[in-house]
């Protein structure tokens, strides 16, 4: 099915049971020294516990073992997650909504995100990116190295998927404990590897957010 296909189409009686099950959300990440992950940890809970269906995955690592292993905290990321799915077109396709997680590099998402992206041309090109909810989080070594900016790029690419952005704004308090980035939460980590910010209950917010607004997309198209 084309893109103004699947756009313009009408619901069929099967898809409109499938519309009225519990949101999918894929909650995919990249993360070098932890950070990332733990985001998509609490992202995951709070996503659970607002009764959506959860695939936790991380993209493929691009970087040589060689450069992993003489980085301590790169080394244990990567034993940490080794159990955890990588991300695939097959799951962009099964998710209503989609969380994404990256640390900034100069200001845009992380290369092994952005590989993972380009390959989704194929999606895109099928009309099967079109209304996909989706919200972005990002961390940085302080709080003006680009954690907004990466959040951003990200957002211009699901632009182009013709996908619903349902950034957290400033719809709750939690947001402003959390250092107040209306378009994803973002964390600042410091020397040591631990973050700045307290943002677990920002995290799960905005996945709780997401979820909701999904749960209207599936509704409305029903």
Not at 110 to 130: E, N, R, Y
Not at 173 to 198: C, L, R
């Amino acid at each position: 099915m084309g893109f103004f296909s699947k756009l313009f189409k009408k619901s069929t009686s099967k898809e409109k049971e499938q519309n009225m099950t519990n949101v999918k959300l894929a909650i995919v990440f990249y993360s070098m020294g932890g950070t990332n992950y733990q985001l998509a940890k609490w992202a995951e809970e709070g996503a659970k516990e607002a009764s959506a269906e959860v695939r936790l995955l991380k993209v493929q690592e691009l970087a040589p073992e060689s450069v992993i292993e003489g980085n301590e905290a790169w080394k244990n990321t990567v034993e940490a997650t080794k159990d955890i799915p990588v991300a695939t077109a097959d799951d962009i396709e099964w998710a209503d909504a989609i969380i994404f997680s990256t640390p900034t590099r100069f200001g845009v998402m992380a290369s092994q995100m952005k590989q993972f992206i380009d390959t989704l041309g194929g999606l895109w090109a099928s009309g099967k990116t079109v209304n996909k909810v989706v919200s972005a989080m990002s961390s940085a070594q302080n709080s003006h190295g680009g954690q907004e900016a990466t959040i951003l790029s990200l957002y211009t690419t699901m632009m182009h998927w013709g996908a619903i952005i349902a950034a957290p704004g400033y719809t709750d308090e939690v947001i402003f404990g959390a250092g107040g980035n209306p378009y994803g939460t973002s964390v600042s980590v410091d020397q040591d590897g631990k973050m700045v910010e307290d943002v677990e209950q920002a995290v799960k917010y905005q996945a709780k957010r997401t979820v909701t607004v999904a749960e209207w997309v599936k509704k409305g198209q029903a």
